[in-house]
C-alpha cells in the first residue's frame, strides 16, 4: 500500500510535486489514518507562507523517502484542517474505523501517536511535534465532539480553524478594550481588516459586528467588493486604492490579514491615530514584507493559541468551550443561510484536481463565495 504526499517547494510556493511512497509497517503504540477530506483556503496559504517563522513546516516534516532523492529540507507539506479514519491500530484505545478531525498533511495517510487518550480528543507524542503547540497536535474524536455533525463536516473542516481564530482575534482586542481606540464616546473605533474577503478576515468582522462602539471596516479588492457588503457584517466595504476615505485622524485598529507589505506602510502611514497594528496572515504571498520603519505602533503578530491558553486559565476549558460553541452556531446559521449562503462547496478528487485547487487558491483569484475541499 502506497501514500500519496503533496509537497510544496518552500522558498517557491508555486512549485509542488506528488510523491508516491510505499507505507511501512506500524510500529506498536501508533495508529495510520486515512486522510478522507481536508478543507484548502487562505490560512493554509498563511501557514506555509510562515512555514520557518512559525514552525508550521516542522508538523509533517518531508523524510527523504518522500523526496526521492532531492534535498527533503528543500520540500514541505502544508498543515490542512479535515477528517480522517483509522485504518490501523497498534494502540489499545484508539480502535480501527474511528473518525477523527484534526491536523493533517496534504498527503493520503498519516500515521500519529497517540498519547493523553481521553474520551474527546487524543494527542500526537510524536517526538518532532513535542516542542509545538499542543492545539495544533490534538486530535479530536468525532462520536464525542459537540461540534460535530456529519452532515456539517464540510462546513467544519473549511471555517471552524478558522472561525475559532476569528473569535479568539475579537476576544483578544476586546480583552485589550481595542487599545484605546473607543476610549472617545462621542467617536467610534474604527476597525480595519484586510483581505475582507478572506473566511478568517469576515468571521472576525461577524463577531465584531456585535460589539458597541466600533465601526468594522473591510479592505478589499475591486473583484470582492459585492461579495464583502452581501455578508452584512461589515459596516463599510472599501476598495484598498480608498483609504483615503477613512479619516486620517479617526482611532483605529488595523487586522492585517493580507500581509501586503506595501499596504501596510500605506495604511500606517495614513491613520495618524493608529492604536494598534495586528499582522494575522499573508493571502497576498507575492507582497510580503518586513514591518520594520513604520511610523505608528509596530504591527504585533497575533498566535491564537496564546489568547486560548489565557482563557483557558481565566474560564476553563469547558468555559471557553462553552462560549466557542454557542458562537459558531451563530456564526454557522448565517453561513449556510438557505437564501443567501455565504459559502458554496466544492470537492476536488485526485492528485491532479488537488493541485489545480492549491494553484488556484495560491493565486488568490478565485470565488470568495467557494470553498474547497480536498481529497487524495
Known amino acids: 500500500m502506497n501514500t500519496i504526499d503533496f509537497l510544496v517547494r518552500k522558498d517557491q510556493l508555486g512549485h509542488t510535486t506528488l510523491r508516491n511512497t510505499a507505507t511501512t509497517p506500524l510500529p506498536g503504540g501508533q495508529i495510520r489514518v486515512h486522510v478522507d477530506r481536508f478543507a484548502l483556503t487562505s490560512n493554509n496559504i498563511t501557514y506555509a507562507a510562515f512555514g520557518d517563522a512559525m514552525s508550521y513546516w516542522r508538523f509533517f516534516p518531508v523524510s527523504p523517502e518522500q523526496a526521492s532523492g532531492d534535498d527533503a529540507a528543500m520540500w514541505g507539506r502544508i498543515p490542512v484542517w479535515g477528517f480522517g479514519t483509522v485504518t490501523e491500530s497498534r494502540h489499545a484505545e484508539v480502535p480501527v474505523g474511528e473518525r477523527l478531525y484534526g491536523y493533517f498533511p496534504m498527503s493520503s495517510s498519516v500515521d500519529l501517536s497517540p498519547t493523553r487518550v481521553s474520551a474527546l480528543a487524543l494527542s500526537d507524542g510524536a517526538p518532532h511535534r513535542a516542542e509545538l503547540h499542543a492545539v495544533y ?134 491613520c495618524k491615530n493608529l492604536k494598534f497594528s495586528s499582522s494575522i496572515g499573508g493571502t497576498h504571498v507575492s507582497d510580503l514584507g518586513s514591518g520594520k520603519d513604520l511610523p505608528g505602533p509596530k504591527p504585533t503578530l497575533f498566535f491564537a493559541p496564546a489568547q486560548i491558553k489565557k482563557r483557558s486559565g481565566e474560564w476553563g476549558s469547558q468555559g471557553l468551550g462553552a462560549r466557542l460553541l454557542q458562537s459558531w452556531h451563530g456564526f454557522i446559521a448565517a453561513v449556510s443561510n438557505p437564501s443567501q449562503p455565504w459559502l458554496t462547496v466544492q470537492h476536488h478528487r485526485g492528485a491532479e484536481a488537488v493541485q489545480a485547487a492549491y494553484l488556484q487558491v495560491l493565486s488568490g483569484k478565485g470565488d470568495a463565495r467557494v470553498g474547497h475541499m480536498l481529497s487524495l
Open 137 to 270: 497536535n490534538q486530535y479530536t474524536r468525532c462520536a464525542a465532539d459537540p461540534f460535530y455533525t456529519a452532515d456539517t463536516e464540510d462546513l467544519q473542516a473549511l471555517l471552524r480553524p478558522l472561525f475559532i481564530t476569528s473569535w479568539l482575534i475579537d476576544d483578544f482586542l476586546a480583552d485589550n478594550d481595542f487599545f484605546g481606540a473607543t476610549a472617545n464616546a462621542a467617536q467610534r473605533g474604527v476597525m480595519l481588516l484586510s483581505s475582507a474577503s478572506s473566511k478568517t478576515a469576515y468571521g472576525t468582522a461577524f463577531q465584531m459586528a456585535k460589539r458597541a462602539g466600533i465601526e468594522v471596516v473591510g479592505l478589499t479588492s475591486p473583484g470582492n467588493v459585492a461579495f464583502c457588503e452581501s455578508l452584512g457584517c461589515y459596516r463599510r466595504v472599501l476598495r484598498y486604492d480608498q483609504l483615503d476615505q477613512v479619516a486620517a485622524d479617526a482611532p483605529c485598529v488595523y487586522v492585517d490579514f493580507a500581509g501586503n507589505a506595501a499596504f501596510r506602510k500605506a495604511l500606517h502611514t495614513h
